[in-house]
């Protein structure tokens, strides 16, 4: 057990460190609205993972994952919903959404679309089911609470990993937004993001 934990835990690490559409996400939303920000989109990205290691651990994602029409669907439905977050990025005023005295967005709403996000990118549902059943340790045990174990660890090495790029992130906003410019670059960087992951979610 300890053993399947320890590797477990490198390679959680491992991709939670390596440049992917969520850590990328988190950082932008902290350079734009500062480390609290970051943190919020942390934890909705976090909480959405409980949902996965829940449908996980009781076999509802082998289930979506193949029905091809359920999970086409869930693909257009996360692109959709990401074009859209695009769509109000790009509706918004970039000085005033980068402004040190402007009202940022609150916390429960950056929160939500964290796990919204996550709940909706099927391709972490497939992460979650090929990744996680390569680390039990006990094939006659308990596999519902083994999911649970592993979805814990994997849970926080992700949140202390986010959290270390949302503060770094927001420390490195405060001096970037005093430059000419910043906001309008920030702005069309959020949309890229959104339509970048929209297509990473359709892309086979």
């Known amino acids: 057990m300890i053993e399947n934990l320890i590797s477990f835990s490198i390679a959680t690490l491992a991709l939670a460190i390596a440049p992917g559409p969520d850590n990328i996400y988190v950082l932008t939303q902290s350079l734009v609205n500062g480390t609290r920000s970051g943190l919020a989109t942390t934890a909705g990205f ?35 919903y990401l074009l859209f977050l695009a769509y109000k990025v790009y509706k918004s005023d970039a000085q005033i959404s980068v ?29 979650f089911l090929a990744f996680f059943p390569g680390f039990l340790w006990d094939d006659s045990g308990n596999t519902v609470v083994q999911f649970y174990i592993l979805g814990i660890v994997f849970m926080l090495i992700s949140f202390l990993v986010f959290g270390g790029i949302a503060i770094l992130a927001g420390t ?13 670059f920030l702005k069309w ?16």
């Open 189 to 204: 960087l959020q949309i890229l993001v959104f339509v970048g992951i929209a297509i990473y979610i359709v892309i086979p």
């Open 46 to 80: 976090i909480s959405g993972c409980i949902v996965h290691t829940t449908l996980l651990a009781f076999g509802i994602s082998a289930i979506i994952a193949a029905s091809n029409e359920v999970f086409y669907a869930i693909k257009i439905l996360g692109a959709c």
């Open 99 to 127: 402004s040190a005295t402007a009202e940022k967005k609150p916390y429960i709403e950056l929160y939500k679309t964290g796990v919204i996000m996550n709940l909706v990118n099927p391709k972490v549902l497939i992460f």
């Open 172 to 184: 490195i906003s405060r001096f970037i937004l005093k430059r000419k410019g910043v906001g309008v």
